[in-house]
């Protein structure tokens, strides 16, 4: 069963979220844009985790197929 959350994250929690995602072995970088857009795939491939920006907002996507 796989599961999708979105949520709206504040500018800090944006820029903490990302530090630690870089930081983490666990995870591959798999997309990087300008546009303040980071897509994280865990090496297991299960997990997806999407930190963007959009107009002034700032969101957490997680998407889990396990």
Known sequence: MSEFIRMKISKRQFKELLNQFLQNSHFTKLKHAEEEY???????????????RFEKSYFLEIFSAS
């Open 38 to 52: 980071y897509v994280f795939i865990d090496k297991k491939g299960g997990t997806k985790i999407t930190l963007y």
